[in-house]
């Protein structure tokens, strides 16, 4: 079968690899669309500490059921599916805490093993989620290839989201509206929450507006901490998100939010960050990570897309064939700024 393999930093290639096999408790799923999101790029670029090559990425996956070894009350050959790219060890301390998402030996598809952008691939059942969540509800509402290939990208935001402990009526403040930040605005804007979109790009910040955000701010234009007070009656949002991963993102973050607000970091900076940690203290914040997607998260968001509370076609700025697979990556390398989400064809000509 085709796969697409990074061999190196900045080099990808097509290969031929041996088509996988279904162990017992696995199903073996045709793979229909793969997205790419920003840890493929740098997967691609080499500056992805956590993996190694060569390596086959891809982790956004729609795919069919080809084969079924097990049985599974909810999953039956044909059946187009999405998936959870992640493991769980079962013993460590997030394990022990029923938090997975952020087992200590979590290996990643496509980053710490090989990965979805292939024809085939083997998957636990307990790791797949069929594209309509409630068999009685009317065929309509079953998600198409599209849908289901962002739920995992949108499942990130989700989940710091519930992190956050979005209640509706607060407001949330999201920095960066790439995929991820979209995410967590359209998850928030789910939750009944009031969402402030925030970057320096118009164009996502419209598309920040179709996901569910009421207010969208240019943070280049504008002085953020003046605008955010004066939305919020003085006090600053509730929750900000930070979906950036810049030193000043990560201070603008504690500096803007309210009192005994809470702070949500999903990215991480590249260099340390340095923090008036005064802030901490006098406002009691809560500051908290967040890492990868629980079920729970995954459901929330198959039932937003089921609602249609996502703008699924302008996310998507290219699809191509597996074939045009390595040109894309190139092209995405040169000139990011032209792309939000690309997503992979793996379905015949």
């Not at 992805?48 to 891809?58: A, E, K, L, T, Y």
């Not at 290939?149 to 607060?170: F, I, K, N, Q, S």
């Not at 008036?276 to 039932?303: C, I, W, Y």
């Not at 894309?328 to 379905?347: G, H, N, Q």
Request: charged content about 25%; overall charge negative.
């Amino acid at each position: 079968m085709k796969a697409v393999v990074l061999t190196g930093p900045g080099s990808i290639e097509l290969a031929e690899r041996p088509k996988p096999s279904a162990a017992p408790g696995e199903a073996l799923l045709k793979v229909r669309r793969v997205g790419l999101c920003g840890s493929d790029l740098n997967s691609f670029r080499g500056r992805n500490p956590m993996i190694s090559f060569p390596r086959v990425p891809g982790h956004e996956v729609a795919a069919t059921i080809e084969e079924i070894h097990g049985e599974h009350p909810r999953l039956c050959v044909g059946m187009n599916v999405t998936l959870s790219p992640y493991t769980s060890c079962g013993k460590c301390a997030s394990c022990r805490r029923e938090r997975q998402n952020a087992c200590e030996f979590n290996q990643t598809l496509g980053v710490q093993r090989d990965g979805a952008l292939t024809e085939y691939i083997a998957v636990p059942l307990e790791r797949i989620f069929p594209a309509r969540r409630d068999e009685l509800a009317p065929r309509s509402s079953e998600l198409n290839l599209e849908e289901l290939c962002l739920v995992e990208p949108l499942t990130v935001g989700a989940h710091a989201v519930a992190r956050g402990r979005v209640a509706g009526g607060e407001t949330v403040a999201v920095v960066g509206c790439g995929g991820v930040g979209l995410g967590a605005i359209a998850a928030a804007a789910f939750r009944g929450a009031v969402t402030v979109a925030v970057d320096v790009e118009d164009d996502k910040l419209a598309v920040a507006r179709k996901a569910g955000a009421a207010h969208a701010l240019h943070s280049a234009r504008e002085p953020l901490s003046q605008a955010l007070r004066d939305l919020t009656g003085g006090r600053g949002p509730d929750v900000i998100i930070e979906a950036v991963g810049m030193p000043e993102t990560f201070r603008a973050a504690v500096e803007h939010v309210a009192y005994t607000g809470r702070v949500v970091y999903i990215g991480y900076a590249k260099e340390p960050v340095s923090y008036e940690t005064r802030l901490f203290v006098q406002k009691e914040l809560d500051v908290l990570g967040t890492r990868n997607a629980q079920p729970e998260d995954f459901l929330q968001v198959m039932a937003m897309l089921e609602e249609g509370h996502f703008p699924v076609h302008e996310v998507i700025s290219r699809t191509v064939r597996l074939e045009k697979a390595p040109e894309i990556f190139a092209a995405w390398s040169a000139e990011p700024a032209r792309f939000t989400k690309i997503m992979i064809d793996l379905d015949e000509p």
